[in-house]
T-cell receptor, first 110, second 112 residues
Framework: TQLLEQSPQFLSIQEGENLTVYCNSSSVFSSLQWYRQEPGEGPVLLVTVVTGGEVKKLKRLTFQFGDARKDSSLHITAAQPGDTGLYLC??????????FGTGTRLKVLA | NAGVTQTPKFRILKIGQSMTLQCTQD?????MYWYRQDPGMGLKLIYYSVGAGITDKGEVPNGYNVSRSTTEDFPLRLELAAPSQTSVYFC???????????FGPGTRLTVL
């Protein structure tokens, strides 16, 4: 069974700082998604990465997919309080079913 | 276009009671999913459906049942509620061939 481990588990930073969170898989990703979940709401998709070595940018967020497709990182530049939330990675292993990571809970202090 | 709606938002059950969590989507998506999220954790798949009349077990199906009689609705049934089922339950749907899942706002369930 595929396991997705995310690190760090918790992160509390000041507004304007940069940060990176990681997602590592016990097996090769099929297609990796990153979601953000705000308190009291369901997760919302940020990005999907498929190709090893792929880099995608979404405003101040940069997503990187490892060459071996077993790890991914999310880098946030100049974090803002609106970035606060739970960041989840997910993979479907080429099936209809999705596995979610353990999550990184980010708090950005104003 | 309401997306994915879930009812109720909150519920407290006593041990041994049963209830149905409702989920409806108006996007004509084939795939629907039920997840549970325990405090501070990621999501675990309970059941999923690839179309009306077709359901299958996910990672943690014990204690739950589902049905999919229409494309729009995917109710989750809890029989004999146990404290271990205290969690937040999310329903999601997605279009065939797409990766993005659309989630509902969740149902917070407490079993005492």
């Amino acid at each position: 069974t595929q396991l997705l481990e995310q690190s760090p588990q918790f992160l509390s930073i000041q507004e304007g700082e940069n940060l990176t969170v990681y997602c590592n898989s016990s097996s090769v990703f099929s297609s990796l998604q990153w979601y953000r979940q705000e308190p009291g709401e369901g997760p919302v998709l940020l990005v999907t990465v498929v190709t090893g070595g792929e880099v995608k940018k979404l405003k101040r967020l940069t997503f990187q997919f490892g060459d071996a497709r077993k790890d991914s990182s999310l880098h946030i530049t100049a974090a803002q309080p609106g970035d606060t939330g739970l960041y989840l990675c997910a993979d479907n292993s080429g099936t209809y079913k999705y596995i979610f990571g353990t999550g990184t809970r980010l708090k950005v202090l104003a | 276009n309401a997306g994915v709606t879930q009812t109720p938002k909150f519920r407290i059950l006593k041990i041994g009671q049963s209830m149905t969590l409702q989920c409806t989507q108006d996007m004509n998506h084939n795939y629907m999913y039920w997840y549970r999220q325990d405090p501070g954790m990621g999501l675990k798949l309970i059941y999923y459906s690839v179309g009306a009349g077709i359901t299958d077990k996910g990672e943690v199906p014990n204690g739950y049942n589902v049905s999919r009689s229409t494309t729009e609705d995917f109710p989750l049934r809890l029989e004999l509620a146990a404290p271990s089922q205290t969690s937040v339950y999310f329903c999601a749907s997605k279009k065939q061939g797409a990766n993005e899942q659309f989630f509902g706002p969740g149902t917070r369930l407490t079993v005492l």
